[in-house]
């Protein structure tokens, strides 16, 4: 498996209605050089934002100012960050954030306290949503009993075989998907059988095979795909969140290129074609001492596959005890 996906430039994005995301009322501007008539020039806080006033508050900030935060905080490191880090501490998260914004530094301990403590940072390079979703799903896997493993592996077989006709009836070709369905899977089948390629898969052998690029990106491509057939076949459901443009238009442009950010259309596609559930922490500098969950998917799933959200960016939570 060593062709990774490609994609064409860069459409212009397109706009959205979300649901579950913070709203755009205009509010309070971040004091900035690039906002005429704010006095003062800015200082900094995590390698180039904007420190705020003691009168202002984050949550007084519209959600374009707070995506952008945290884009320019993860661009810094999108060229040396792994696809998928390591288990990373929850402080280390917190350490980026308390010298400038006391909301998400309270959020953050509220899911401490909650016991969510760890992390695995996924690079913001737009494909962080299926990325990171791809992993949480292996995760989940792996970190079922040993009792269990045989019958949760063959179900998300089952779940993942079910998908490949949804593909064929939104009009795309074995020949694009079948490569990147097999990588993932190959991987799936390892978590209970060794392979040839990965052997019998151990966290440390899954984090490996999310960090090369060619093997991730597969992945991510079929997930991608898989996204675009669900919102193909269902285009009502979809297209009263989408404006400017009709659905298939959206899947070309914003849903199957790689590096193209996913929204909430992309999250909740994907999860009812997989069939899962997925439960996402709004960590949006919105809400002091307290962090919005939103589940998405099948709600009859026992194990929710837990994904952080900051604006624009995904990454994988953990609850497990250390």
Known sequence: M?????????????????????????????????HPGVSGPPTDFMGGHPILPEDMDIRDLPSNQLYEMNQNLMAESVSTRPLIDQLTPMEVLRAEYENGSRTFVSQIDYLMNKGYRHIWRARGDGDCFYRSLAYAFVLNMLDAPQAEREIVVATALSQLQSCKPMLSQAGFEP?????????????????????????????????????DANNSNEIVAFLRLLTSAQIRLNPDEYAAFIIDMEPTQFCNNHVEPLGKEADHIQVSALADAMQIRVQIAYLDGHKANEVDFIDVGNKNSKEPLLLLYRPGHYDILSRKVM
């Open 2 to 34: 060593n062709r990774p996906p490609t994609s064409g430039p860069p459409p212009e994005a397109p706009r959205l209605k979300s649901t579950g995301l913070p709203n755009d009322e205009p509010q309070a501007q971040l004091p900035s050089q690039n």
């Open 175 to 211: 020949i694009a998907y079948d490569m990147f369905y097999e990588a993932f899977e190959a991987v799936i089948q390892s978590v209970v059988s060794a392979t040839e390629e990965y052997g019998l898969l151990t966290s440390d052998s899954l984090l490996r095979i999310f960090q």
